[in-house]
């Protein structure tokens, strides 16, 4: 057993996405409360995607989430249902290079793609 699977996100990280890339069909669109406050103590939200069959949300940065308004709209909630595609771009945080998960609206599989311990959603 890994620590890893012991210690999971909720959250996509990169490590989630395969190498090749993957489609997942868009459940909804939401705002979701991060855990941090401005220094005001406001509460912060971000954009966010739930994957339908999967219990990992996609936090959207800035970038993402114009992708998908170019192609989707504005309105979150016309988001469902659409197709989207994962994939690892070269990229910097903190100055350090790493990768990170760039979106894309062309899908490349027209089948829900199960990343490895993103776990399936429990049917309810």
Known sequence: MKVSDIYT???FKATDVPSTGVTYVI???FR???NKTTPDGEKIYKPAVKFKGLCKLLILN???ADII???YGDEMDHWAGKSLTLRLEPTRYQGRPTKGIRVSCEAFDDDVDDAPGL???GKG
């Open 27 to 29: 459940e909804r669109g």
């Open 69 to 71: 308004k170019s192609s």
């Open 9 to 11: 996100s909720k959250y």
């Open 119 to 121: 776990g399936k959603a």
């Open 32 to 34: 979701e409360e991060m």
């Open 62 to 64: 800035a970038t993402n």
